[in-house]
């Protein structure tokens, strides 16, 4: 017997269903961290995808946290403002990373 999908179903193709979806979610996980640990080639292709994505404001700040580095050193509040640049840059990279993995893994479980 067989139905839509109904969450906490508690029947064999619901819980199926369940532990199929549980599985991906790992993998995908598993995937963007292995790409996080070592695989330059993947963050670049990332870096691509979201570069000149942000406003004009956030490349000036970013200039100009750059320069005040160049000139102040590490200071905590040049650090304090590169860190909320990062941000904002590593939340746009990783969601891009995800979704390649999301299509990495779903090609795979398709072939
Ligand atoms: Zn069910």
């Known amino acids: ?9 508690g ?3 619901c819980c ?3 532990r199929n ?4 979610e ?3 996980d598993a995937l963007v961290a292995d790409w996080n640990r070592g695989d330059d080639a993947k963050r670049r292709e ?14 000036s700040e970013v200039t100009l946290a750059l ?23 590593s939340a ?6 995800r979704e390649m993995a999301e299509a990495e893994i779903d090609r795979g479980m398709a072939a």
């Not at 979806?21 to 991906?24: I, L, T, V």
């Not at 990332?46 to 004009?56: H, L, N, P, V």
């Not at 320069?67 to 840059?89: N, W």
Request: charged letters at 30%.
């Open 67 to 89: 320069d005040e580095l160049h000139r102040l050193g590490a200071t905590p509040a040049v650090i304090e403002k590169l860190h909320r640049l990062a941000k904002v840059e």
């Open 46 to 59: 990332a870096e691509e995808w979201t570069a000149g994505s942000f406003e004009g404001e956030h490349y």
């Open 16 to 18: 199926r269903h369940e």
């Open 21 to 24: 979806e549980e599985r991906r």
């Open 26 to 28: 790992e993998s995908i």
């Open 92 to 97: 746009a990279l990783q969601e891009k990373l």
């Open 1 to 9: 017997m067989s139905h839509a999908y109904h969450h906490m179903c």
């Open 11 to 13: 029947c064999a193709a």
